[in-house]
């Protein structure tokens, strides 16, 4: 019913930038708050940055003041501005979509896109 493509991962020299992009598609009437979390191998996943509807943004401390979380809510995508990347920011990051509200009127409470590889070179 609800699909989440990410696009814009990639490999970058440590002190680059990348830009991560997600749209959600489908029956969608509106969705509470959209992120990003990550995984690097052996670890759990964690959360990167959120954004609820009306434009309230979090961020990990390990990220602040690099990495810039912002949506549209018009059509449904949300994007992550990472910058001066450091070689520990390298993990497959996902978009997450929590509290969908579907056009049936049905909730769903998380959508996850497939995850996008950041690989960060020292």
């Known amino acids: 019913q609800v699909q989440l493509v990410e696009s814009g991962g990639g490999l970058v020299q440590a002190g680059g930038s990348l830009r991560l992009s997600c749209a959600a598609s489908?029956?969608?009437?509106?969705?509470?708050?959209m992120g990003w979390y990550r995984q690097a191998p052996g670890k759990q996943r964690e959360p990167v940055a959120t954004?609820?509807?009306?434009?309230?943004?979090n961020y990990a401390d390990s990220v602040k003041g690099r990495f810039t979380i912002s949506r549209d809510n018009a059509k449904n995508t949300v994007s992550l501005q990472m910058n001066s990347l450091k070689p520990e920011d390298t993990a497959v990051y996902y978009c997450?979509?929590?509290?969908?509200?579907?056009?049936?009127?049905?909730?769903?409470?998380?959508?996850w896109g497939q995850g996008t590889q950041v690989t960060v070179s020292s």
């Open positions: 997450n979509a929590h509290g969908v509200v579907l056009t049936s009127s049905s909730y769903v409470s998380d959508y």
């Open positions: 489908g029956s969608i009437f509106s969705i509470g708050t």
């Open positions: 954004i609820t509807r009306g434009g309230n943004t």
